[in-house]
């Protein structure tokens, strides 16, 4: 390298670093989960910014940021919480918003993804609708996605920028290495779930068991537990998923665990959907406790004795600023968030 090419290479780094260090990080909040997004805000030592979100009188909706966000990195935070349509279509907006106000990147952090259960067709003439907002993500603006346990690990695919998914395991396994005691044993609720509770098993150094279901054809939100595949007689069971939505499939389980003569059962997620049925099902249940993340609001009324709500707030704000830093999201969780 001559004399000429060593100075135009240094004149570039210092333009790299100069470039680094005028980088910001903007962080914007929906109106679904800000609770969460303070949290995330404060791991982070910043603010959130203000979107000045406002509906009109036929409810649409409309936003207009406070501050600039030219060039900025900017991450919008909104669960995609009931009324899911509401959440998404304004996450859409804000993300619109930012793109139009020039800036630099745009990451959509999505700590429940909206629609994930649908991502292939179980019958015909059903859509893929985890796909279609996908699209919508895509077409708004956003560069790259940060979710929480999705659905399923092929969600990813249905994007074509990163997409970053965080697990709630280390929190969950944290609270049973405190909590839960010895001889205990880690239960899938399904088989679908069985490579998410053998990962629990691993880590925790306990036995494996998982629940054959089934759903009887044409009913929604029925289940029924037909055998228990492991043994559990006479040990606390801990069932694992990454959801409860109405808690059949959980207090399905759980009947079918004290059957086999389990002496005690607890019920664990990292979304806390609790639709419809869900908090009498799990009051009415032989489950001892719930334990679940805040991915997702939970109002006053769905919270009941035995449930118990733990922060993914540092999780999602230390993969905010690997993204913002250009380092690995992976590695925070030694390489095994990838499924």
């Known amino acids: 390298m001559d004399a000429d090419e060593g100075m135009q290479a240094a004149s570039e780094w210092e333009h790299e670093l100069e470039t ?7 962080l914007l909040s929906g109106r679904a989960h800000p609770g969460l997004a303070e949290e995330i ?85 059903e859509p893929i609708t985890a796909k279609l907002v996908a699209d919508l993500l895509s077409t708004a603006g956003v560069s790259r996605v940060i979710s929480v346990d999705l659905h399923s690990g092929q969600v990813q695919g ?12 280390p929190v969950l396994i944290s609270y049973l290495k405190t909590h839960g005691g010895d001889g205990f044993v880690v239960v899938s ?13 691993q880590q925790l ?7 054959h279901k089934r759903r009887p054809p044409g009913q929604a ?13 006479g040990r606390r069971c801990v069932i694992v998923d990454d959801m409860i939505d109405t808690a059949g499939t959980m207090c399905a389980a759980a009947a079918r665990l004290v059957e086999e003569g389990a002496t005690e059962v607890w019920a664990m997620a990292t979304h806390a959907i609790l639709s419809g049925p869900a908090t009498e099902r799990l009051e009415r249940a032989p489950i001892a406790k719930v334990v679940v993340t805040n991915t997702l609001p939970l109002p006053v009324d769905r919270r009941i004795a035995k449930l118990e709500v733990l922060s993914i707030a540092e999780v999602i704000a230390s993969a905010i600023d690997a993204v ?14 990838l499924s």
């Open 41 to 125: 805000a404060g791991h982070l030592r910043t603010h959130l910014g203000d979107a000045n979100l406002r509906e009109f009188a036929d409810g649409e909706i409309h936003a207009r940021f406070s501050e600039s966000v030219r060039g900025a990195d900017v991450f919008i935070i909104q669960p995609h919480a009931r009324p899911v349509n509401d959440s998404l279509m304004e996450q859409l907006i804000m993300v619109d918003a930012a793109k139009r106000a020039s800036a630099g990147r745009i990451t959509a952090v999505c700590p429940y993804y909206g629609y994930s259960r649908q991502d292939r067709k179980s019958s015909g003439r």
């Open 189 to 201: 609720p399904d088989a679908g779930r069985v490579h998410v509770a053998e990962r629990y098993s």
């Open 221 to 233: 939100n029925v289940v029924e537990a037909l055998e228990v595949i492991g043994d559990v007689r």
């Open 324 to 337: 913002f830093e250009d380092s690995s999201v992976s590695k925070l969780f030694g390489g095994q968030n």
């Open 205 to 211: 150094g306990t036995d494996l068991a998982f629940v």
């Open 158 to 169: 249905f994007f074509d920028f990163p997409v970053d998914h965080l697990v709630a395991w």
């Open 20 to 26: 680094l260090s005028r980088r910001r990080l903007v």
